[in-house]
């Protein structure tokens, strides 16, 4: 089985700032491990995705994320907040040798202050 | 490019009613699934279907009955709304099994008074 967590479900941090929202995995077997983004009144699109090869992957609108695998963590983080990246993040987990279901985490709401 | 849509984008029902939310997608994506949005709970799934004819309960399909009659259309329908019921409903697509990517609707905002 596999499971997400997210540490926080708000994340506030003022403009120009670090962004770092957190996501640890379980899974039995490597996983496929993707970033969405919700934005207010939309539904989720994806933000990144890490699926094999380079750990550090890059996705849009600057934002990046890192698998660790021995961590089970693969935290986004985006080195200057902007205004416009208020939204909701989710991250989740696939099986790709099983389940082709994701199993979402419960979100971390980024708060961006001026 | 359409892409996926939803239908109605809000709706408000009283409790005992049926209620069908309706998701199209134009992309011939194999494989569809139904989401609620809940408080503290994020994105739970309720049903999924992997083609025409081939439906599959998620994490939480009581209360829910859907139906995929063409690749393109996956109704979702409560029965019987119940106030538990209120929440908002995504609709999602893939092209495949190994795909890597969901596309997501817009969201139906459903409340059940």
């Known amino acids: 089985a596999q499971s997400v967590t997210q540490l926080g479900s708000h994340v506030s941090v003022s403009e120009g700032a670090l962004v770092l929202l957190r996501c640890n995995y379980s899974?039995?077997?490597?996983?496929?491990l993707f970033w969405y983004v919700q934005y207010p009144n939309q539904g989720l699109q994806l933000l990144l995705k890490?699926?094999?090869?380079?750990?550090l992957v890059k996705g849009i609108n600057g934002f990046e994320a890192e698998f660790k695998k021995s961590e089970t963590s693969f935290h986004l983080t985006k080195p200057s907040a902007h205004m416009s990246d208020a939204a909701e993040y989710f991250c989740?987990?696939?099986?790709?040798?099983?389940?082709?279901?994701?199993?979402f985490g419960r979100g971390t709401s980024l708060i961006v202050h001026p | 490019d359409a892409g996926i849509t939803q239908s109605p984008r809000y709706k408000i029902t009283e409790t005992g009613r049926q209620v069908t939310l309706m998701c199209h997608q134009t992309?011939?994506?194999?494989?569809m699934f139904w989401y609620r949005q809940d408080l503290g709970h994020g994105l739970r799934l309720i049903y999924y279907?992997?083609?025409?004819?081939?439906?599959d309960k998620g994490e939480v399909p009581d209360g829910y009955v859907v139906s995929r009659s063409k690749t393109e259309n996956f109704p979702l329908t409560l029965e019987s709304a119940t106030r538990s019921q209120t929440s908002v409903y995504f609709c999602?697509?893939?092209?495949?099994?190994?795909?890597?990517?969901?596309?997501f609707g817009s969201g139906t905002q459903l409340s059940v008074l």
């Open positions: 890490y699926t094999t090869g380079a750990t």
């Open positions: 999602a697509s893939s092209r495949d099994r190994r795909s890597e990517k969901l596309f």
């Open positions: 989740a987990v696939t099986d790709p040798g099983g389940s082709y279901i994701p199993t």
């Open positions: 279907s992997a083609a025409a004819d081939i439906t």
């Open positions: 899974s039995s077997v490597p996983p496929y």
């Open positions: 992309w011939s994506h194999s494989y």
